[in-house]
Nanobody
Framework: EVHLVESGGGSVQAGGSLRLSCAAS?????????LAWFRQAPGKEREGVAA???????TYADSVKGRFTISKDNAKSTLYLQMNSLKPEDTAVYYC?????????????????WGKGTLVTISS
């Protein structure tokens, strides 16, 4: 059993910042797994934002490079997504996901475990 619980979403104006957190737990969960953030905007498909993979390192979607930073604190069992210089097009439900076999930002369907998401709304 693996549990992923996101928090930190909210409403901010364009140019602002938010930090999302994902608390991970479970008797089969390991911090060596691939951990990632995905998002889904209204009427759009789920897309990858950032991933932390022990084999491939850290990857970001082109749309967030230079603005978002993914990090993790193993001692706190928490994955983070620091989001700066937010834009209205960043508005979406953000999901934390994990997979023991690795992950790709272009393949959300390949992730085994998901949180329920946290809503981020950016106003212009």
């Amino acid at each position: 059993e693996v549990h992923l619980v996101e928090s930190g979403g909210g409403s901010v104006q364009a140019g602002g910042s938010l930090r999302l957190s994902c608390a991970a737990s479970g008797n089969t969960f390991s911090w060596s797994w691939c951990l990632a953030w995905f998002r889904q905007a209204p009427g759009k498909e789920r897309e990858g934002v950032a991933a932390f993979d022990s084999l491939t390192g850290i990857t970001y979607a082109d749309s967030v490079k230079g603005r978002f930073t993914i990090s993790k604190d193993n001692a706190k069992s928490t994955l983070y997504l620091q989001m700066n210089s937010l834009k209205p097009e960043d508005t979406a439900v953000y999901y934390c996901a994990a997979d023991p076999l690795g992950c790709s930002l272009s393949s959300p369907s390949g992730m085994d475990f998901w949180g329920k998401g946290t809503l981020v709304t950016i106003s212009s």
